[in-house]
């Protein structure tokens, strides 16, 4: 590319400074390659996938449970893969613009020289982000930090260099092609003597041109200055003596070694897959993200240099092909609950059908009374009788009610609940009847529950202890990352067998693996295990309520028979055709083992956000699927009110009221924002953004009507006690499954926070 720039010299050789050229050239042809470093530059920033913790697969790596200098030096070593392969495609797009290369001892060295700029701005940007995490959020020593660091530019130096060794005896320059040189004065020279026949040819048919007057073809990028290596400059060699055809070749048979390239990322890529199951195979996420991006960048550019102008079309068959194929039987591999029999039928999912269960009314009087068996069984352990016997104390009757929010949700309930009830000596949990919710919060209260179940067995077991906190906060986001990027994005081959069931692996396992793996294997049950500790009211009553997405329905997945959370039961004077709302699980799919589900199953089908854990089809005509619960009721208030309405009479006259705990993740305390910003984008965007941000905001609206209300029709106290995390902390908490170590102190110290104190005084007076 030639200008009509002044004829100064020193201008030239700057201007026409070959890493800048190559800057400027990428910046007008090669948008696609500059736009994975926009995206990986989002995430390590901090700027693009936040909220699903994508950044910190990036920045904070595990590897065998550590994050550490091996850790980082895996992650160093992918990112090094990423680089030689941007290299690699800049080169095979660009290189037969720059003539000059083909005259060049080890031309792809040089090229991946003057071609370093971007990926050394991402480097420096991505040493400084991993500094400034680990110093702000891991509050990692001086000494951890450089060491970190130092894994990570080993792991790239090492790629690099690996790289470039195969490089420098595969990649020919034209001396080595053709044997063939140019000495000082601009001779031909033959190295061989079968080359002589071409020197002739040269010297024959090609005369050397001026460089006053130098022709520039269309395609060719004119370049005066270049690096040999990073500390020394040279000036570019004429190529105006030398057949295009004959340059043309020299590129095209460097091109040709990319292909090993692409091959041995595929390999690794299907050998790492295979063996995940191995720890040792089990890199850091964000190796995996580099992997794939590696890819993903040379077959975007092997089929733009072969295809050239078809490159498009050919990308958009690709898409249609990929989408048609997705929905075969064999391409689309459903996620299902694992535990249910998929082979026994599948259940009729009609409206007839659901009428039927849910106007069964000696179902309805069956459940009722079983659960009202629970209910005096609860009420005998927390009736408080004075030593003369002449007083009987009702006690209150507790109600959790636990938020979503990924893992921040799950850590702040289990740590609330954990605090409170060691300050009441156990009364708290001892008093909680039933627990609700979605999504992390009710995987945090689980697993207290589950302590709660243990310690009655076993001594040894002290429910407050740190280190539980601690394994409920433990990572799951990178195995899910992991196991998306390796098995799920491609073939899924990988299964396992529950008895003579046979599942696919996939994220959701990975996810109850991981989870199983932290909680040591505590939770490792199936629904009808919890059972007779419910029934004989040793633990709380659990409901978990996934959202049905085909229809948006509610999911009640419990141990007891529960079918009046799903009846139409309603006042006498009322008169009003209302549709099923919910389907009781246990019953519905009683002949495909429904008692068998997996606890783990189901609780991560309450907290099934998109994207993160796919989403569940279970065994019924037409499939039914399942996302997170907190799209119908992120804080099971709902459901709560449902209870409390079906048991009111009962709840009136054996308890003194009741109290609803609300863990929430956010504050219900709102602000108005200031909408000044009346941009294009978003106009088109405020609409339907506003009404996603805004959902849990219009759930909270809804609760508070329906509490209010409730003093109607219920003839008993209701208190609503918020345990709320650190408003302004939030934010900086995403809604992932990763928590680092700055986030763990925040959330405990979360409960230090006056309107939590306050809470927690209002709680413990209620209960004394």
Not at 62 to 80: A, D, M, Q
Not at 94 to 113: D, I
Not at 618 to 629: C, H, K, R, T, W
Not at 721 to 730: A, E, F, G, T, Y
Request: hydrophobic share 40%; net charge positive; proline share 4%.
């Amino acid at each position: 590319m030639t200008l009509p720039f002044t004829k100064n010299q020193t201008f030239r050789r700057v201007y026409y400074f070959f890493p800048l050229q190559l800057l400027l050239l990428h910046l007008r042809n090669n948008q696609l390659l500059l736009l994975f470093w926009v995206l990986l530059i989002g995430f390590v920033c901090r700027w693009i996938g936040v909220k699903y913790g994508v950044p910190y697969l990036l920045l904070d790596p595990e590897y065998l449970g550590k994050v550490n200098y091996w850790s980082y030096f895996i992650l160093g070593f992918s990112c090094g893969g990423f680089i030689m392969a941007f290299h690699l495609a800049s080169y095979i797009a660009n290189s037969y613009r720059f003539h000059f290369l083909a005259t060049l001892s080890r031309p792809f060295y040089k090229y991946c020289v003057n071609n370093s700029f971007v990926p050394l701005v991402f480097i420096i940007i991505y040493l400084w982000q991993i500094i400034a995490f680990e110093y702000e959020n891991e509050m990692l020593s001086g000494k951890e930090i450089f060491m970190n660091s130092l894994g990570f530019v080993v792991g790239v130096t090492l790629f690099i260099l690996t790289s470039l060794s195969y490089f420098f005896t595969a990649n020919k320059d034209i001396s080595h092609l053709f044997g063939i040189s140019v000495d000082d004065k601009g001779e031909l020279k033959a190295k061989t003597k079968i080359a002589k026949p071409i020197r002739i040819m040269l010297k024959k048919n090609m005369a050397w041109r001026n460089p006053k007057n130098k022709k520039i073809e269309p395609d060719e990028w004119e370049v005066e200055t270049y690096l040999v290596n990073p500390f020394k400059l040279a000036l570019a060699r004429e190529t105006d003596h030398y057949d295009r055809a004959m340059l043309r070749d020299v590129f095209r048979q460097n091109h040709l070694t990319g292909i090993l390239f692409v091959v041995i990322a595929l390999v690794s890529f299907f050998i790492i897959g295979a063996f995940r199951e191995y720890p040792v195979f089990q890199v850091p996420a964000g190796a995996s993200i580099f992997l794939i991006l590696t890819m993903l960048l040379m077959v975007a550019s092997a089929i733009q240099a072969w295809l050239r102008k078809w490159s498009v079309t050919f990308f958009i068959a690709l898409v249609l092909l990929i989408n048609f194929l997705s929905g075969n039987d064999f391409f689309n591999h459903e996620n299902k609950a694992y535990g249910l029999n998929y082979k026994s039928g599948k259940a009729a999912f009609s409206y007839q059908r659901l009428e039927e269960f849910n106007n069964n009314k000696e179902n309805f009087e069956s459940d009722f009374a079983h659960t009202v068996s629970i209910l005096d069984k609860w009420r005998k352990k927390n009736t408080v009788v004075s030593k003369d016997k002449n007083t009987i104390k009702k006690p209150k009757l507790i109600i959790l009610s636990c938020s979503g929010g990924g893992q921040r949700a799950s850590a702040w309930t289990f740590y609330s609940m954990q605090h409170i009830d060691s300050l009441m000596q156990g009364e708290l949990l001892k008093h909680t009847q039933l627990i609700v919710g979605s999504s992390g919060g009710m995987l945090g209260s689980a697993y207290l529950r589950e302590l709660m179940l243990h310690q009655q067995t076993d001594s040894a077991i002290n429910i407050y202890s740190r280190e539980y906190y601690e394994n409920i906060c433990r990572d799951i986001l990178n195995p899910i990352a992991f196991s998306y990027m390796v098995n799920d994005m491609f073939i899924r081959f990988q299964t396992f067998n529950d008895g003579k069931k046979i599942y696919t692996k996939d994220r959701g396992y990975a996810f109850e693996k991981q989870l199983h793996e932290n909680t040591g294997n505590l939770m490792n049950k199936r629904i009808r295990d919890y059972a007779p500790y419910e029934k004989d009211a040793i633990i709380p009553m659990m409901f978990l309520t996934p959202t049905i997405i085909n229809d948006g329905r509610l999911l009640y997945i419990s141990s007891q028979p529960a079918s009046y959370m799903c009846s139409k039961e309603t006042v006498n004077s009322v008169s009003n055709p209302s549709l099923p709302d919910g389907i009781e699980f246990r019953r519905f799919f009683e002949q495909q083992g429904s008692d068998s589900l997996w606890f783990s199953s189901a609780l991560r089908m309450n907290c099934t956000f998109p994207y993160i854990a796919p989403v569940v089809t279970l065994p019924s005509q037409p499939a039914i699927e399942i996302m997170d619960a907190g799209f119908r009721d992120n804080y099971g208030m709902s459901i709560a009110i449902k209870y409390m309405y079906t048991f009111r009479n009962w709840i009136s006259t054996n308890t003194s009221g009741v109290i609803i705990i609300q863990t929430r993740d956010t504050y219900k305390k709102m602000t108005m924002e200031n909408k000044s910003n009346n941009s294009l984008m978003n106009i088109i965007s405020n609409p339907v953004g506003n009404i996603y941000s805004n959902m849990f905001n219009m759930q909270d609206f809804n609760h508070d009507q329906l509490i209010q209300y409730a003093g109607s029709w219920f003839d008993a106290p209701i208190d609503v006690i918020d345990l709320q995390l650190k408003s302004h902390d939030v934010s900086n908490i995403s809604m992932s499954w990763h928590l680092t170590s700055k986030e763990k102190i925040r959330i405990r110290e979360s409960v230090k926070l006056p309107e939590n104190q306050q809470a927690i005084k209002k709680l413990q007076e209620l209960l004394k």
